[in-house]
């Protein structure tokens, strides 16, 4: 990857930005959109208050026999309240989302399947959708506003952007999310986890 600036001060982009879509300048708090082989201003970061959290941008995320740097830090507003979505790269430098909501830990993977049609955006609390001979039962559909961005992602958000999505619990800790927005979706799989089963190594 070639080394890129922020396009607003100059300053060197993260590290994690090689796996990245988006970051937000470190120095001048500027949206960076990474293409190809250049970058460009992409809005705002928002402003993303303080708060206790399990960990944070540069700490490795250890559960469920995988090991997780965090690179990004989104934050959605659903009306009631809001949650963290950290953006962070595996041991192969694949991508991976946890999510940290009121003390819940989830972490999920892409997963790049279009057999869900754009029908399923109408489904209810309850209905059932299978996938992969897996069940999924749909717990919680809202509407959130991502509010805050800190960090590197391999998508492109922006503040004020709202999403649609339901997330659905299948056997065990089995958790299936589907996003969708005008003219897209996406799928995400993985698996709720306890707080006490994370392991955290802090950013030295």
Same mark, same amino acid.
């Given at each position: 990857m070639t080394d890129f600036h922020c396009p607003n001060c100059g300053t060197p982009v993260?590290?994690?930005?090689?796996?990245?879509?988006? !970051?937000?300048?470190?120095?001048?708090? !500027?949206?960076?959109?990474?293409?190809?082989?250049a970058v460009r201003a992409a809005g705002v970061k928002g402003v993303m208050h303080d708060t206790v959290s399990l960990f944070d941008i540069g700490d490795t995320v250890k559960a469920g026999g995988q090991v997780i740097t965090l690179g990004g830090k989104a934050r959605f507003s659903y009306g009631r309240g809001f949650w963290d979505e950290f953006w962070g790269v595996?041991?192969?430098?694949?991508?991976? =989302?946890?999510?940290?909501?009121?003390?819940d830990v989830a972490i999920q993977r892409e997963l790049d399947d279009r057999s869900l049609s754009s029908a399923v955006q109408k489904a209810?609390?309850?209905d059932a959708i299978r996938m992969g001979g897996t069940e999924y039962v749909i717990t919680e559909i809202e509407q959130a506003e991502c509010v805050a961005l800190r960090g590197?992602?391999?998508? *492109?958000?922006?503040?004020?952007? !709202?999403y649609?999505?339901?997330?659905?619990?299948?056997?065990?800790?089995?958790?299936?999310?589907? *996003?969708?927005w005008d003219g897209g979706a996406q799928l995400y799989l993985?698996? =709720?986890?306890?707080?006490?089963?994370i392991v955290v190594e802090p950013a030295s």
């Open positions: 993260n590290e994690l930005a090689r796996y990245a879509r988006m !970051t937000v300048c470190e120095a001048c708090d !500027t949206a960076i959109l990474i293409e190809d082989d595996d041991e192969k430098n694949a991508p991976v =989302w946890v999510s940290l909501d009121e003390g209810r609390i309850g590197v992602f391999d998508h *492109e958000l922006k503040v004020g952007e !709202t649609n999505f339901f997330n659905a619990s299948g056997r065990g800790s089995a958790i299936l999310s589907y *996003e969708y993985g698996d =709720w986890f306890n707080p006490f089963d």
